[in-house]
C-alpha cells in the first residue's frame, strides 16, 4: 500500500514538470507562408522588370534640353524599368538650373515619362542673379541677364523680402501709369526705388510702409504729371517730402503746372527723420 501511494505521488510530480508539446506544424505555417509571399513577388519582379526601351520628356525646353535631362538621369535609366528609383530621378532633374520642377512616372511596358517646367525669370537679383516668382534666387551667375528685367539688390538673406516689397509696390504703382524697375536695400537697411521713367524714390530705414503709402497716395500723381522734371523724390522726413528738380532748382520749390507739388513739396522741406 504504501509502494503504491509513492509510485502515485512520484508520477503526479513527474506530471507537474512535463513541458507543453510545441506544435511546430501552426508556428511555421505563418513564416513560410511570409516566405512563399516574398519569393512570389522578387520572381515577379524579375519576370516583370525589363529594360527601359524609350524615354519620353516633355516640357517648355526654352532653357534646357531634353540631351541635358536624359543626361541627369542617366545612370538610373540602367536599373530597368521597375528597379528604377523615381523619386531619385525627379530630384536629379530638379538638381538643373533652370528646372522648377519635374514629374517622373513609368508608362508600361518599357517606357518612362518625364515632364519638366522651367523657372521664370522675374527679376535680376544683384548684377548677375536671377529670382523666380516666387522671390527664390535660383540661379546667382546667370551667363545672359535679360535686359527688360528689374533690378533688385540686397543682403542676400534678404532676397524674399526684398522681391515681395517690389511685387506689392509695384501692383500698385501700375494702375497709377507708373512702373518700378529698380529696388535696393543696401546695408544699412535704407531703401531705394527707381521708376520706371528715371526718377529716384529714397524711402529710408525708417517708417518704410507709410511712407510707400504717402508716394503712392500723393506724391505718385505728382511725378505722373512732371516725371521729365523730377530728379527725385525724397521721403525720409517725418511730415513729409521733397522733390529734387532735373532743371537744378532746389528742393521744394514749385512747378506752375502743379499747384499741389508746388504745396506739398514746400511745407515738408523742414529737416527730418532719416
Known sequence: MARKQARRRKAKVERRFELPKVRWARLLAPLFAVLVVVATYELALRAL?????????????DRVSAMQIEAAIASELDAGFLGSNLLRMREQVRSLDWIDDATVRRRWPDRISVTVTEQVAAAVWDERGLLNVRGELFVADARHVPAELPRL??????AADVAARYIAIREKLIPLGLDLAELELDSRGAWRMVLANGVTVRLGRRDVDPRTSLFLDVVANIVTANAKKIDYVDLRYSNGFTIGWSDGRTPGESVAESEDASMLAQSVDRGGNR
Open 153 to 158: 539688390s540686397g543682403p542676400e538673406v534678404r
Open 49 to 61: 522588370d525589363r529594360e527601359i526601351q524609350s524615354l519620353e520628356i516633355s516640357g517648355p525646353f
